[in-house]
Nanobody, 127 residues
Framework: QVQLVESGGGLVQDGGSLRLSCAAS????????MGWFRQAPGKEREFVAAISRGWNRYFGDSVKGRFAISRDNAKNEVYLQMNSLKPEDTAVYYCAADSTVGGTDYYSSDPKEYDFWGQGTQVTVSS
């Protein structure tokens, strides 16, 4: 069992930046594909970004060019740097871990593929 704890959410103005962190309680953090998803009220959970075991990075279309994802395997943490935030980025952001066996560039944008989830952190972007 892997516990994930997100932090760094909050209220920010349109055009601002936030950095989310996710700490994982596992000694085998490096084997997981790590992803970020978000869910706004009344909407389905949406893929935001993922970073593979081999540090390949993938992004949802709505955040490409504005968000960055990174990981620190020594600290068992994954980060989501969010720049040029827009009101439509307002959502609860979730960190997730996928243990699917695959190549170093493997990732999934399907939340059903992820085995472990954090409790979420609220991000609100005011206009």
């Amino acid at each position: 069992q892997v516990q994930l704890v997100e932090s760094g959410g909050g209220l920010v103005q349109d055009g601002g930046s936030l950095r989310l962190s996710c700490a994982a309680s596992t000694r085998t953090f490096s084997i997981y594909v790590m992803g970020w998803f978000r869910q706004a009220p009344g909407k389905e959970r949406e893929f935001v970004a993922a970073i593979s075991r081999g540090w390949n990075r993938y992004f949802g279309d709505s955040v490409k060019g504005r968000f960055a994802i990174s990981r620190d395997n020594a600290k068992n943490e994954v980060y989501l740097q969010m720049n040029s935030l827009k009101p439509e980025d307002t959502a609860v952001y979730y960190c997730a871990a996928d243990s699917t066996v695959g190549g170093t560039d493997y990732y999934s944008s399907d939340p059903k593929e992820y085995d472990f989830w954090g409790q979420g952190t609220q991000v609100t972007v005011s206009s």
